[in-house]
């Protein structure tokens, strides 16, 4: 599969008087997944963009830092713009109990943003069965050698330490495994931690990544459950996306095929 890239497409430049800019396309390799990019400036927020935009503000947004009222509004405006490019009549992204996207029925998608990054991406639930975005600046070294016990084992950080920088690796691992959650939290329906998945191959050349769940999540997310993901590396960020075939949670044993067309085994 070949890297992610950016490609400039029919959503324009900016939107909602200079609030987004840089809105574009983004090509997973995956043609079952749609993704698209903006940056948001908060200087430019205003509370009154949101009706002007056609984004519910629910109260928990009402109540909260402007800062937080601007990046939910550039998720759930982008995500609405998936919904037409994908021929779906306008809707309303709402929130969860846990704060997780909530989109329509058929589709799946997930949302993720930076400071001044939103990210958002949609497919339909019959092609891609789980799915999960997650967007991460990159970790400082200092803190990255702070934290990533609480990341990574020992075997991961081995293996992440032959391949880059710690501070990009320990932060690719990272935004993978937030990646996982968002994907199979529709299944598990609670928290867990780090040590809940090994991230176990890491491709740089293509882009792809493994994650290896160690700990049985629910009923059908199991341990020794592979999970294939993808990644592109920006130079101040790291985007992963884990995209799951949808049969593939009926069938815990043997091959499960991929969406970028490969083959792999999942452990039994």
Known sequence: MSNPTCTQQDLGQCALDGFLTDIKSLDMGLAAVTAVSGRFNLERFDPGLYPRAGVDCPPAIV??????????LAGRWLS???CTKRNLAPVQVHSGAHRQPIWPSGWVGSISHTSTIALSCLAQSCEVGLLGLDLENWLAPEVAV??????VDRQEARYLGMLGPCEQMLTLAFSA???LFKAVFP????YFDFDAARLVEVHLPSGC????????LS???RAGMLFEG??????GAVFTVIAHPPGALAHHQGEVPCLSGRLFKEAS
Not at 63 to 72: C, D, K, L, N
Not at 187 to 190: L, W
Not at 230 to 235: E, K, L
């Open 177 to 179: 495994k937030e990646s």
């Open 63 to 72: 109540r909260a830092v402007p800062s937080r009222q601007a990046e939910y």
């Open 230 to 235: 993808y990644f592109q590396m920006w130079a």
């Open 219 to 221: 009923t059908s997310i």
């Open 187 to 190: 299944q598990v329906g609670r």
């Open 80 to 82: 609405r713009q998936l």
């Open 146 to 151: 702070k934290i990533s016990d609480t990341i």
């Open 209 to 216: 990544l493994v994650l290896r769940v160690m700990q049985d």
